[in-house]
């Protein structure tokens, strides 16, 4: 059959993502992948300036993304399913064009492993994230932001006009770079082949970040393989350390259940030879992954047999269903690094994914130099270097390709789905041509308008002499755009709340923390709001450079409290979690059980809250009230990728071994 590509639905149990947090943030959630200044001189020179590079100030200007719960009911979910006679891919372009399936027809098998939940849980750089599938992490180290954003996705012709190929695309908003991934299915071919572009349309080199992050099955018996004798270790330690493949400190691993602890293994492919990765079961089948050499990086995560990792991966899907490894490529050694891409240039580069099938006994062999080479022969012959290196050359000319943009209804229709506005507000502020990923200004929305005021009029609309509705306790003022461009926009504008509360959170990502604090104060003057009283609040909680102040930041986040009682449940729920710890370390453990009785019912009951309840209880005295809580049962919705808080408070409350309904540990005690 000719390749085809149809618009479907796929209906799954999901935990919606609810509301975004209306608060900015000013500090960057807790990133695992990162060591420290002394660890970093022990590298090699190459490495180490590529670790040091461009290190994320926060996620902004994306929000953080932790209004959801574990409570789950089925959805109907758009989907796009790109198909030919061997093989089917079903991407989710509401879901960050996330490769939800890659079926083999002849065999029958998933080659993936597909989530059967969509559970989202705080992985990503902003929170939200769910397992499964191929996802396309770009922006900086961790899950992208774009983990459960819509993306563009549109039709347009495959290379040589062999069907159709499924463009993606959209503006990374960390580093502002724009990005597409085309999939298409070569008629007659076993492999999904992805064509993927990273432009920088500035005037400055950007720092880019990139890993394809393949989820596949984990079961005993399944072997990664790859063309390597070393691999960076890193575990949640946060160390980084070189040691042999497949086998150090007693134990092989290449098999993803041998580890106890969760772990990375970043591998030192050597540079001539062909860069590829696979996960083949104990009959020798599994799934490839194969690359041109751009995409040079390969990866295995591992969360190990331990009670630790077994709970994550309970916790990211539903009783019953197997475990997962990830196999991952990117654009440099490990995750810790970022790459510079200079002015007006690009990095492009082709992928393929399909079956493979070798010959177990060498596969699982004593001999790892025999089983790579083995595995890598069978890829030779199953897609041949040559191959991969000749359909990228015929994709790059067709990268350029403007895809339809009629309804996808219509005759030659081809958009298909329709991701943010952001990209359009940045290419009508920078006047910049995109060849093949256009950003229509029809995409731009409400959470556009304002800022397209203040690029076309100068000022916020709302913040005009006598105007005064812009910024309101109830009005959250949405989302800062932080950019040197957008910046200096705000400091020509007329002052006014609004624009001194956003020109205040751009200040605070460059790092002129005085003069963020200057901007907020002459907001929270013209307008008080707990927009930038919480902002005076947090400044006075973190910023060391300028002296903390914990009585005042308590204070001011009480204030920001009492006048957020009109601005909803999402924006005070955001307030209380942010205010309880500062007032547990200010001493003032009464105001912080107020705060917590603050909450509507449907909040208070979670168990973020219930935890920080626990907490409170503990700093009144209450040891074993805070006991009652833990065994009463409540599961934190939003428990962040590598968090110590249960164990630590538990610890704080007895010394009876951690019940495993709250081991989430991810490293040795």
């Not at 953080?64 to 089917?88: F, H, W």
Request: glycine letters at 8%; a negative charge.
């Amino acid at each position: 059959m000719p390749t085809t590509l149809r618009r479907t639905t796929l209906t799954l149990p999901f935990a919606p993502v609810g509301p975004e947090n209306p608060l900015p943030a000013l500090a960057p959630l807790d990133e695992m992948h990162t060591i420290d200044e002394r660890q970093r001189a022990e590298l090699p020179p190459d490495m180490a300036r590529q670790v040091g590079y461009a290190p994320l100030r926060s996620v902004l200007p994306a929000p953080v993304l932790d209004g959801y719960t574990r409570e789950r009911a089925p959805a109907a979910l758009d989907a796009l399913v790109l198909e030919n006679d061997l093989l089917r891919a079903t991407v989710l372009p509401g879901l960050g064009g996330r490769v939800h399936s890659l079926h083999h027809k002849p065999s029958g098998r998933e080659l993936l492993y597909t989530n059967p939940v969509l559970q989202p849980a705080d992985f990503a750089l902003n929170g939200a994230w769910f397992s499964g599938g191929i996802e396309w992490n770009i922006g900086a180290t961790g899950h992208t932001t774009l983990s459960v954003a819509p993306v563009h996705a549109a039709r347009v012709p495959a290379p040589g006009g062999d069907g159709a190929m499924l463009r993606l695309w959209e503006w990374e908003r960390l580093r502002d770079t724009p990005f597409q991934v085309d999939l298409w299915l070569p008629e007659g071919s076993e492999f999904l082949y992805v064509g993927a572009r990273i432009r920088n349309p500035h005037d400055r080199t950007v720092p880019v970040y990139w890993w394809s992050n393949i989820a596949v099955p984990e079961q005993e018996g399944t072997r990664v393989l790859v063309p390597s004798e070393e691999t960076w270790y890193f575990a949640y330690e946060r160390r980084l350390r070189r040691i042999p493949v497949p086998e150090w400190d007693g134990v092989d691993r290449s098999y993803a259940l041998r580890s106890e602890f969760p772990a990375d293994y970043f591998y030192e492919i050597p540079r001539e030879e062909r860069k590829w990765i696979a996960s083949l079961d104990e009959h020798g089948t599994g799934l490839v992954q194969t690359s041109t050499d751009l995409l040079s990086g390969r990866k295995l995560f591992v969360w190990g047999h331990g009670p630790g990792g077994r709970r994550w991966q309970e916790w990211l899907t539903e009783p019953g269903t197997g475990g997962y490894a990830e196999i991952q490529a990117g654009l440099a050694r490990t995750q810790l690094e970022h790459v510079p891409l200079e002015a007006g240039q690009e990095f492009a580069w082709l992928e393929a994914y399909g079956p493979l099938t070798a010959d177990p006994a060498t596969v699982h062999g004593e001999d790892w130099d025999a089983a790579r080479r083995h595995t890598a022969d069978r890829l030779e012959e199953a897609l041949p270097r040559a191959d991969v290196d000749g359909a990228f050359a015929a994709w790059r000319p067709c990268a350029d390709a403007e895809p339809h943009t009629e309804p996808a209804d219509g005759p030659d229709g081809g958009l298909l789905a329709t991701g943010s506005g952001w990209g359009a507000l940045e290419v009508a502020r920078g006047g910049y041509e995109l060849p093949g990923t256009p950003f229509p200004r029809a995409a731009m929305g409400e959470q556009q308008r304002p800022w397209t005021e203040l690029l076309t009029q100068g000022r916020f609309r709302d913040d005009a002499a006598g105007v005064r509705t812009a910024l309101t306790a109830s009005r959250p003022p949405g989302h800062s755009l932080v950019s040197d461009a957008w910046r200096d926009q705000l400091e020509c504008a007329p002052s006014g709340p609004l624009t001194d509360y956003h020109l205040g959170v751009a200040q605070w990502h460059a790092g002129d923390r005085a003069q963020a604090v200057r901007s907020w104060e002459r907001s929270a003057a013209a307008a008080p709001t707990p927009w930038s009283l919480r902002c005076l609040a947090f400044a006075d909680a973190r910023d060391e450079t300028a002296g903390l102040h914990p009585e005042r930041a308590a204070d001011r986040y009480l204030a920001a409290m009492d006048l957020a009682s009109a601005a909803g449940a999402p924006a005070l729920a955001a307030l209380v979690r942010e205010a309880v710890p500062v007032l547990l370390d200010a001493g003032r453990a009464s105001a912080a059980a107020d705060s917590l009785d603050r909450l509507p019912a449907e909040y208070r009951h979670r168990g973020r809250f219930q935890l920080l309840r626990a907490q409170v209880l503990l700093a009144q005295g209450e040891t074993e009230q805070a006991r009652a809580v833990f065994d009463a049962g409540f599961d934190v919705d939003d428990l962040r990728e590598g968090d110590e808080v249960l164990n630590e408070t538990w610890a704080a409350i007895t010394d009876e071994p951690l019940p495993a309904r709250y081991d989430f540990r991810m490293r040795p005690a």
